[in-house]
T-cell receptor
Framework: DVKVTQSSRYLVKRTGEKVFLECVQD?????MFWYRQDPGLGLRLIYF???????EKGDIPEGYSVSREKKERFSLILESASTNQTSMYLC???FGTGRGAGANVLTFGAGSRLTVL | GDSVTQMEGPVTLSEEAFLTINCTYT??????LFWYVQYPGEGLQLLLK?????DKGSNKGFEATYRKETTSFHLEKGSVQVSDSAVYFC?????????????FGKGITLSVRP
């Protein structure tokens, strides 16, 4: 069964700490995504990557950075965590690039719930 | 920019009731449309999709038809079960985009009573 695995289901961090959220997929997908999910706001795209070492900002990139050194791994980094970054973070991946890739399905991980105190 | 609007929730139904969840979108061109479902404690998973006008996506008794004239993709099920209790998200992806970047609606929580 194909999988997107997020390394931590629950994390509790303190304001100002550096936080790493790791995501690994075993489907050889080109595209990987980080979303955050908040009640009443749905899912909002933070960053995405369509190739190794490539990244593009999503709708809410402020306060976050990403790293994609290998095709299967996409990391989300909070350089200095703040309380307003308390949220559920969802990683996803998908196959294919180019025209028509928008029809391809995203496969999601189970999520990482981050609490910043 | 692209956007998805879902009806306000939550929705509570009795088992075997008929379900409609409204979804409308704003996008240029011909986006692909999706419904994703999130069961408690899990990530999102695809429920169904449609990639062109008048296509009907279906899965697990759920259906949605891509209506370009009304820019809608309403989700329906004739008889809901307790196991359908979940959060439902409508989403779109631009066909001409170089990847499958999704724009999501806010989601709606469905609770089904026995």
């Amino acid at each position: 069964d194909v999988k997107v695995t997020q390394s931590s289901r629950y994390l509790v961090k303190r304001t100002g700490e550096k936080v790493f959220l790791e995501c690994v997929q075993d489907m050889d997908h080109e595209n990987m995504f980080w979303y955050r999910q908040d009640p009443g706001l749905g899912l909002r795209l933070i960053y995405f990557s369509y190739d190794v070492k490539m990244k593009e900002k999503g709708d809410i990139p402020e306060g976050y950075s990403v790293s994609r050194e290998k095709k299967e791994r996409f990391s989300l980094i909070l350089e200095s965590a703040s309380t307003n970054q308390t949220s559920m973070y969802l990683c996803a991946s998908s196959f294919g690039t180019g025209r028509g890739a928008g029809a391809n399905v995203l496969t999601f991980g189970a999520g990482s719930r981050l609490t910043v105190l | 920019g692209d956007s998805v609007t879902q009806m306000e929730g939550p929705v509570t139904l009795s088992e075997e009731a008929f379900l409609t969840i409204n979804c409308t979108y704003t996008a240029t061109g011909y986006p692909s449309l999706f419904w994703y479902v999130q069961y408690p404690g899990e990530g999102l998973q695809l429920l169904l999709k449609a990639t062109k006008a008048d296509d009907k996506g279906s899965n697990k008794g759920f259906e949605a038809t891509y209506r370009k004239e009304t820019t809608s993709f309403h989700l329906e099920k004739g008889s809901v079960q307790v196991s359908d209790s979940a959060v439902y998200f409508c989403a779109l992806s631009p066909y001409t985009g170089a990847n499958s970047k999704l724009t999501f609606g806010k989601g709606i929580t469905l609770s089904v009573r026995p």
